[in-house]
Nanobody, 116 residues
Framework: VQLMESGGGLAQPGGSLRLSCAAS????????MYWVRQAPGKGREWVSR????????DYADFVEGRFTISRDNGKNTVFLQMDNLRSEDTAVYYC??????????RGQGTVVIVSA
C-alpha cells in the first residue's frame, strides 16, 4: 500500500487549498478513504470520510461545511478541498486507509499552514 499526499502549503485565513492523495497497491475503489490531521503538539484527529463508491461523505464537527472530500476511482485519488481556512486548521494532513484487519495505512502527510 502506498499513499502519497500533496497540495499542502501556506494559506491566508479565509483562503483555500486542495489536497490530493494518490493511492496504489490495493483495490482503491473497494475501500472507504479518510483524511486525518495532526496539529503541532496535539493528537491525530479525524477530518473526513468518503465511502468506496463516493455516495456518502462525513465530516468532523469542526469542519462546519468548509471542506469537501471527493474521490476519483479511475485515478485512484482522493481529494480534500478546504475553503475558508482558519489558523486552527494548521496541521499535517494525512490520507488514511483502514483495512479490515491490522492498523491503518497513512502517507507521509502534507503540511498545511494557515497564517496571515
Amino acid at each position: 500500500v502506498q499513499l502519497m499526499e500533496s497540495g499542502g502549503g501556506l494559506a491566508q485565513p479565509g483562503g483555500s487549498l486542495r489536497l490530493s492523495c494518490a493511492a496504489s497497491g490495493f483495490s482503491f475503489s473497494q475501500y472507504a478513504m479518510y483524511w486525518v490531521r495532526q496539529a503541532p503538539g496535539k493528537g491525530r484527529e479525524w477530518v473526513s470520510r468518503i465511502l468506496a463508491d463516493g455516495t456518502r461523505t462525513d465530516y468532523a464537527d469542526f469542519v462546519e461545511g468548509r471542506f469537501t472530500i471527493s474521490r476519483d476511482n479511475g485515478k485512484n485519488t482522493v481529494f480534500l478541498q478546504m475553503d475558508n481556512l482558519r489558523s486552527e486548521d494548521t496541521a499535517v494532513y494525512y490520507c488514511e486507509l483502514r483495512p479490515e484487519e491490522g492498523p491503518p495505512y497513512r502517507g507521509q502527510g502534507t503540511v498545511v499552514i494557515v497564517s496571515a
